[in-house]
């Protein structure tokens, strides 16, 4: 399985990270090692000092397909979950800076904690209008709503499948609101889907 995940999705984060509103989605990937599962700690690594959490959904992929139509999608993910896009702000600004890519500031070990439960698409009374939020020792620091996604999940996928044939088990995380911020040693955080928490681990 691969994990894609989609940067600059949310406009006013767009705006807190100052950077551009895109055209089309930013993508990029993190490797199948940088998951945690199991509300597994997230071990604090030495190579940065500025680790952010972006709570973030994600789309689980359950059918195998490339060049999807966008009014297709829909039957391509059956399932929603949420995860942590953990990213070393300091290394990637670093390779901002120089225009290089990313990986080490987004797929190092540990770098995408993501639910044990995923909730099924058919539950959801309208997948535009999902709450999700971030509380760090109890206290709320990221809310998004789906509705406010520049680039729908439909959108995604077709986008995505033009360029990578999607296999089921492939994971998507969708971008992240306002609200992100650094993480550290013995923080707790808990991530929940409307009132239900689905994910919470603490940070070592
Ligand atoms: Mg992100």
């Known amino acids: 399985m691969r994990i894609f995940a989609i940067g600059r999705n949310y406009v006013e984060h767009i705006q807190e990270l100052n950077n551009e509103r895109p ?44 060049n999807i139509q966008e ?14 896009d953990f990213t070393a702000r300091d290394l990637q600004n670093k390779a901002k800076e120089k225009g290089l890519p990313w990986d080490i500031a987004k797929g190092f070990n540990g770098s995408a904690p993501i639910s044990d439960k995923f909730i099924p698409v058919s539950s ?32 995604i996928v077709s ?8 296999r089921t088990g492939d994971l998507i995380f969708t971008g992240t609101p306002k609200g992100v911020g650094p993480v550290k040693p013995g923080n707790v955080l808990a991530a929940f889907i409307e009132d239900e928490k689905l994910l919470e681990f603490e940070v070592k």
């Open 23 to 66: 055209d089309e989605p930013v993508i990029f990937t993190k490797p199948d090692t940088a998951l945690l599962r199991n509300n597994e700690p997230f071990y604090y690594p030495d190579f940065s000092n500025d680790i952010h959490h972006e709570v973030e959904l994600v789309l689980r992929i359950c059918k195998e397909g490339k």
């Open 124 to 155: 959801f009374k309208n997948v535009s209008d999902v709450n999700f939020r971030l509380t760090v020792d109890g206290q709320l620091k990221q809310q998004g709503n789906t509705g406010l996604m520049i680039f729908s999940f439909d959108y």
């Open 71 to 84: 009014k297709f999608a829909n039957r391509y993910y059956d399932s929603i979950g949420i995860g942590i």
């Open 159 to 166: 986008y995505l499948s033009k360029f990578f044939t999607l």
